[in-house]
């Protein structure tokens, strides 16, 4: 591989080192002072960029208060990924060309590529028309203009915030040093192995997976698999019991009115994508049987995915209606909305019954 970052070799070389260096000493002086000051800078900085950088910025997933914004562009330098343009252009060339040879990090030039030797080898051909809308935004411009004296005055406060109350040399290695190692693994691991391990939720045909594990390691981020389907989702963890931090973060930010306009993807939308996965996959299963017992299930698997489909457009059709219509004939529709609802809640429920009951009765036929 040629390396032609050579600064960014040079840098990821030399603190890694540092990392490992410094660790015996850092032993030394160790405290739990210290543990709670990377784990507070490690948050602040991870939140940035993955509410700030991915969410807000390269997804347009909602919109900000200029305050919030200078917020996440100011303690985003504490993740040390270079500016919020330059992030957000690589990451909707990764969504645009995915898994393909534009992809600035694809996983199929290997794992180690997309985690970390892409940023060696990689050359920027950046392309404005890609981040129009954030080349218009003076604050993310200003932070693209300034990024390394912001990020050098930000952790250079933050080293003097912890030499406050910690001996230097860990307000060093647990405030600076292991929270760029932390953030940088763990964002880089969606790159790798949020494209290797882990469930296919809703798109067989990406890379990308949904993993529990790298979820909790990268607030939320990990359910890779949805995020790729529905991007547009202010959220990455759609069910309640998902663990994903980012969306609680932007939620709570619009409770308190410096975030808007958060955009979700309906349940039914969701629902729809689902039971075409199931379908696919029940359907490639049972077509290599030639017995009664799998053509039947083939037959019940196309009629109910089918009768799924009609009732999910007929909702959605008359959800536009009513948007449309005047408030005096909307009391008209909501009669039909709710019959709508109730058939497909009826369908969706006989979907989930029929896939449990075809997966395990097949598996016990055979």
Known sequence: MRIRNRDTFLFIF???L???????????????WAALFFLVTFIVGGLSITAGYHRLFSHRAYSAHPLYEWTVLLTSTLGLQWSALMWSHDHRLHHNHVDGDKDPYSINKGFWYA??????????????GLVGDLMK?????????????????????????????????????????????????CTW??????????????????????????AFLTFGEGYHNYHHVFAGDYRNGVRWYHFDPTKWVIWTASKLGVANALRTVDRVRIQKKLVLKDKELLLDRLNREFDEFAAELSEKVETLAARFEDNASALMAKLKEFNQASRESRSALRADIRRLRRELQASWKEWVSLTRAATSQYAIAH
């Open 115 to 128: 985690h970390i030797l892409w940023l060696f080898s990689y050359q920027r051909d950046f392309q404005a």
């Open 14 to 16: 030399i603190y890694h």
């Open 137 to 185: 935004n003076p604050r993310v411009m200003f932070q693209d203009r300034y990024y390394i004296p912001l990020a050098i005055a930000v952790n250079g406060a933050v080293f003097g915030i912890g030499c406050l109350f910690l001996h230097p040399l860990a307000s060093l290695y647990a405030g600076v040093l292991l929270r760029v190692f932390a953030i940088h693994h």
């Open 18 to 32: 540092l990392v490992v260096a410094l660790l015996p000493f850092f032993v030394g002086v160790f405290s739990w």
């Open 189 to 214: 691991f969606i790159n790798s192995l949020a494209h290797t391990w882990g469930a296919k939720t809703y798109a067989r045909e990406l890379s990308a997976v949904d993993n529990a594990v790298m």
